[in-house]
């Protein structure tokens, strides 16, 4: 029997595809065939088990248990068989957060994007690739613009029929549905239909769906650019009208991965734009009005951007815990005792804060701010076209004052 590596790379990821064994090379067989423990999906197992000789151990669940299990075997020649490419939302991303890449080898498979992209013949730097796989199905609102080519992977058999009631439901009912099941083993099989006429029955439970995008009449289109439409949102009035938003957003300077709170939310039209910069943005919400509160949530996942968390409470009390953002937007309540000097305390360093103001009131508190610690005060006046008569002229908008301030580094 050949030797496994040495214990230095203890850690053995193989990539397998519904082929099993016939998929593999000769070193990943090998790897296989000398490992004394390999950790594996329930399906991972039986597809390799002409291949393994050692212990075999399935998942368990919660899934933590077997990473547990995994960590506890360093420096002992270790495999762990995996879906496709492990790195591409895979096992191998997990453990590669406790196990340094020295301790690692790693033989990928294709994965089951890369799949899909071949069937259809999309050049896959071309498309949006998304999992959907334990993730919100909301998520793929924001990538749903016209001619757009797009490969989701489903939670399970559900998925597509699901995927398509939602394209129906926003506009996007002409769309073509392509689910590709089982891809690479015995049991594929490709099937399109216009999303509006889906009735595919019996899918299996490991499929991706292409979707090439068509917007209908009325389709729900969201702008690449800040300042989205205010109709797009629910709304009760207390919202940040969208020239505003878009001028705040640009003040607020979002950058990768960035924690954003944005303080007497209203809408949540701030933290949802602050959201859809980037996949990696995060935001916190804090909203004292139930109601607002469920609004926002509602914006959020109709957004595409159901990770935006929902504080319902009242600053400076509702932000006492919270982790520390990189800026903070202050909306409404900022006059309210407290919440300017909890916001200041709780931005990081080197952080920013932007804040505006409709009242005399927070005016006269952003004034002071400035007055004390620098920073950039603008005010803004927006006019809007309107009726007069028969005629037709300018009707002012409440005057927005807007202070920007970076916080020193300490």
């Known amino acids: 029997m050949s030797e496994m590596p040495s214990t230095q790379r203890w850690l053995i990821i193989i990539g397998i595809g519904e082929d099993g064994p016939a998929g593999l090379g000769d070193e990943a067989k090998r790897l296989i065939t000398a490992a004394p423990v390999v950790f594996g ?6 597809l390799m088990k002409t291949l393994i000789k050692g212990e075999a151990h399935r998942w368990l669940s919660p899934f933590e248990q077997s990473i547990e299990a995994v960590l506890a075997r360093r420096g002992m020649p270790t495999i762990v068989l995996a879906s496709g490419d492990p790195f591409y939302y895979g096992v191998g991303a997990t453990l590669s957060r406790h196990v340094p890449a020295s301790e690692m080898t790693v033989i990928p498979a294709p994965s089951s994007f890369s799949l899909a992209a071949s069937r259809l013949g999309w050049p896959l730097q071309d498309v ?6 334990g993730r919100p199905l909301d998520l793929i609102r924001p ?20 995927l398509a009631r939602l394209l129906q439901e926003t506009g996007f009912g002409q769309s073509t549905l392509t689910v590709l099941e089982a891809l690479g083993g015995l049991h594929e099989r490709v099937s399109t239909q216009r999303a509006a006429d889906f009735a595919l029955s019996g899918i299996n439970d490991l499929n991706v769906c292409g979707i090439e995008v068509v917007a209908g009449a009325g389709a729900r289109i969201l702008p690449l650019s800040a300042g989205l439409d205010d109709s797009l949102f629910e709304h009760d009035g207390q919202i940040t009208k969208r020239e505003i938003r878009a001028m705040t957003l640009s003040a607020l300077a979002p950058r990768h991965g960035e924690l954003l709170w944005d303080i007497g939310a209203g809408s949540g039209s701030i933290g949802i734009e602050w959201m ?12 004292s009005s139930g109601e607002r509160a469920a609004g926002i949530r509602r914006n959020a996942a109709s957004f595409g951007v159901p990770g935006l968390v929902v504080i319902e409470g009242q600053a400076p009390d509702a932000v006492g815990s919270l982790p520390a953002p990189e800026a903070i937007f202050i909306g409404g309540g900022g006059s309210d005792a407290g919440v300017m000097d909890a916001a200041i305390a709780g931005l990081r360093a080197g952080g920013r804060l932007v804040a505006n103001a409709v009242t005399t009131e927070m005016e ?6 400035h007055a004390r610690r620098g920073g950039s005060l603008i005010r803004i006046d927006i006019a809007r076209s309107a009726p007069i008569g028969t005629m037709t002229g300018w009707r002012p908008a409440m005057p927005v004052t807007q202070w920007s301030w970076t916080k020193p580094q300490e």
């Open 41 to 46: 999906g329930a399906r991972h197992i039986e």
């Open 128 to 133: 949006t690739v998304l999992s959907l796989h």
């Open 143 to 162: 990538h749903l613009h016209p001619s757009r080519k797009i490969l989701a992977l489903t939670s399970d058999s559900q998925g597509p029929a699901d």
């Open 276 to 287: 859809l910069m980037h996949p990696s943005m995060r935001a916190i919400a804090v909203e």
């Open 364 to 369: 006269a508190i952003l004034l002071a701010e």
